[in-house]
């Protein structure tokens, strides 16, 4: 090829197909095994659709997946700097976020977009298996994609600010939230500079689980020791977390970026600028199969193991019941509670599916009936003028 010709950096073209692929992988297969099992979905996604799709695609052109993201080089001292900047931006920047911006989403995009969903009728087991998966198999797989691949490859084609944006805006679409978005593009601007500064996805991955597992542990906390009614902190007091927070923040920013220049830290570079001919990459098929037997394998096993908590999940879908508002009553909440009981038992196998299913079908015919008798009557049609 000639000097005055020009073609796509090849890192560009991976860092598009990447995202398209994982985006589909998503949206048909890691969503609907969420709705299958929540805390079996969370770790199947993070694995198979984050996870996966890269490692194969950069096995397909030719790449190291570990050594082209950085993930060969693992420093604990960086690892550790990363993971309390990253829970210093939670109390410095995310809680700050999301308290301001709480009087301007409207009641109904926060009750359809409601996080505690997450744990709703998980046992405890489940709750481990999810706070892990949110804490340890996100951070890896979803770094490993968005930073470690698209990020770098955008930076082929654009200025490196543009990238870290632009891959941040495309972390946060990605979790198909809009009430967290803002929230979600800061701490994927986080990790981007913390990946742009080191060169390895550790200390963002150490970052991104700090968040997570600080999020996760407060809202289970807060769960059992608050009343669901509980009063908006004030703002002096989120104030003054956040100023604790972001003063945190600057003091391991400054730690971190003395322990990288020290380390004289891998720069994320294009992926072909070497003389050498590149190896060539095995079949698409080869590179497949593992993958889809170990999915295929994992998906048989949750059947084998919950096939009554999969049927009773599409029990609650086909009699879906409204989420309860904060202006509930007593009578309300206690039928949920009783109806989650019943929900537990049925999983166990201590009383019948039927039981269960009736008694949802009961509950949901009552809220609808009632609220057709809340509605006003329709005034009947004016008489025309004669």
Known sequence: MSDGQKREPPGFSLAIVTAVVCGVLLLVAGGPVQFLNTAFGVWFTEVFTFLGAGWILLRRAGQDPLSFVGANRFDPLEALLGFALGAANFIGVVV?????????????????????RLFQNQGPVEIVV???????????CEEFVFRG??????????????????????????????????????LGVLFGALYQ?????????MAHAA??????????????ITAPTQEEPAWQ????????????M?????????????????????LTNSMEPPSPAPSLGRLLYPWLAAAAAALLLLFALDRRGVALNFYDVAYHLPALGSDASDADRRAREQLRAVRGRARRGEVSMEQYLNQRKALRARIYEEGRSRKPATPPPREPPT
Request: hydrophobic share 50%; proline share 8%.
């Open 250 to 270: 600057g003091g391991l920013w400054k730690a971190i970026s003395r322990r990288t220049e020290s380390a004289e830290p891998l720069a994320p570079e294009p």
């Open 130 to 140: 999810i706070v892990l998966g949110i804490s340890v198999a996100a951070p890896f």
């Open 211 to 224: 968040n997570n597992l600080v999020s996760a542990s407060l809202f289970l906390i807060a769960q059992r």
């Open 149 to 186: 691949i698209i990020q770098k490859g955008l930076a082929t084609r654009f200025r490196p600010r543009v990238a870290l944006l632009g891959t941040a805006v495309l972390f946060s679409g990605y979790h198909l939230d809009p009430v967290g978005f803002i929230a979600r593009v800061e």
């Open 96 to 116: 700050p976020l999301q308290y301001l911006q709480q009087p301007l989403i409207p009641q109904w995009l926060k009750d359809q977009f409601d996080a505690s």
């Open 237 to 248: 007091s989120v104030a003054a977390l956040s100023l604790l927070g972001l003063t945190l």
């Open 197 to 205: 500064r080191s060169g390895t996805i550790w200390p963002g991955t």
